[in-house]
């Protein structure tokens, strides 16, 4: 026989009707049935309380990361005011100008593109031959247009 203690509770009762009538259904006796809930809800308690451990360490845990990237977008953040700084200092103002504009999604007109091509060399034939590209496309959906007898609005190009 296994080894086991004597226990002695006092129960309401209803529980101890309830405790009955199931050790009846089941075939045990009420001391037997008593000891298997017992031992049943110590299981599911441990069961809660490693499950109240494990969401206590994932909430340090998000709390950590969350913090980890605040420090991080700050440190991008401060990295970001730097070169702003020096795109301050360093860069004309007839540079900078369009650069922001770039920057703010604002359209370039043809002296700050070419202003901007001199700065970074590039080429600026390319460039014409990219806005010649983008009117000859208006000009061909302006005529498509009016040969399906629309009315052509001009829509920003990707």
């Not at 809800?41 to 980890?68: C, F, G, I, P, S």
């Not at 600026?124 to 609005?153: H, I, M, N, P």
């Amino acid at each position: 026989m296994a080894d086991s203690n004597r226990l002695s509770i006092s129960l309401p009762k209803g529980v101890y009707k309830k405790l009955e009538e199931r050790a009846q259904k089941e075939g045990r006796n009420v001391s037997s049935l008593a000891s298997v809930l017992i031992e049943r809800m110590m299981l599911e308690d441990e069961k809660n309380q490693l499950w109240v451990e494990t969401m206590a360490h994932y909430q340090k845990r998000l709390t950590e990361e969350k913090q980890a990237s605040a420090q991080r977008i700050a440190e991008l953040q401060s990295e970001l005011d730097e070169e702003r700084s020096k795109l301050d200092i360093t860069l004309p103002i007839v540079i900078k100008s369009p650069l922001l504009k770039t920057l703010s999604g604002e359209e370039l007109s043809d002296l700050e593109l070419s202003v901007l091509c001199d700065f970074f060399g590039y080429d600026q034939r390319l460039l014409q031959q990219a806005r010649f590209t983008q009117d000859k496309s208006l000009v061909t959906e302006e005529r498509t247009a009016d040969e399906r007898g629309e009315e052509f609005t001009e829509t920003d190009m990707p």
